[in-house]
């Protein structure tokens, strides 16, 4: 797959051995009555201008990122299809939230890849992460830990700002993307351990998600 870097969203561009008229049709077969529904992110979108079997371009209608464009183009490829997703407009908050929105992303191309190759919906990006009941601002050294809330898992197991986590459920978490892995593993109710460094001591506890 390939992906260029964009400033106000997201791109990829990947071939599936699918024809293109079968790509489409694939689309089309989802539609749900007067609007589209988009594999990956798994929603509705209004329809902004489409161009039968070459491209749709439309606005995402529900959270999260509601409003955002999502621009898709299909070409003949020696193989089957080349597709091209675009998702941006998603306002001046994107350079803040870039690294929640990439760790979303990853699951995205992927399931968009596996709908156009094999017409199904694998829905990973769907999965909903565990609430931590704090924030985390990536560092040099990991995820430090801001916005703790009470009654939440990151208070019941001890946590306060500015710790920084180390592991989560036993696994190392450096950024966002891995947290996001772990935290889709989580179910309410859990019992999850977690260990951070504060003040150059290390630190563990158990909370509840």
Do not use: Y
């Amino acid at each position: 797959m390939e992906g260029p870097e964009r400033d106000d969203g997201f791109e990829v561009t990947f071939v599936v051995s699918t024809p293109r008229s079968e790509a489409w049709r694939r689309l089309v077969d989802i539609k749900q009555d007067d609007r589209w529904w988009i594999p990956g992110v798994e929603s509705t979108a209004e329809e902004l201008a489409v161009t039968p079997a070459s491209s749709l371009r439309v606005r995402k209608a529900e959270e999260p990122c509601k409003g955002t464009e999502i621009v898709m183009t299909f070409e003949d490829a020696d193989t089957g299809t080349r597709i091209t997703f675009v998702q941006h407009g998603f306002g001046p908050f994107f350079g803040e939230a870039r690294p929640w929105l990439e760790a979303g992303w990853w699951a995205i191309r992927a399931d968009l890849f596996v709908f156009f190759e094999h017409g199904v919906r694998p829905m990973r990006h769907a999965r909903p992460w565990a609430d931590l009941g704090c924030d985390v601002s990536e560092t040099p050294g990991g995820l430090v830990v801001r916005n703790v809330r009470a009654g939440g898992f990151a208070a019941d197991a001890g946590l306060v700002d500015g710790d920084l986590v180390l592991l989560l459920a036993n696994s190392p978490v450096v950024n966002v993307h891995e947290l996001s892995a772990v935290s889709r593993s989580l179910l309410s109710g859990d019992h999850v351990r977690v260990r951070w460094l504060r003040d150059g001591s290390m630190m563990s506890g158990t909370g509840t998600v």
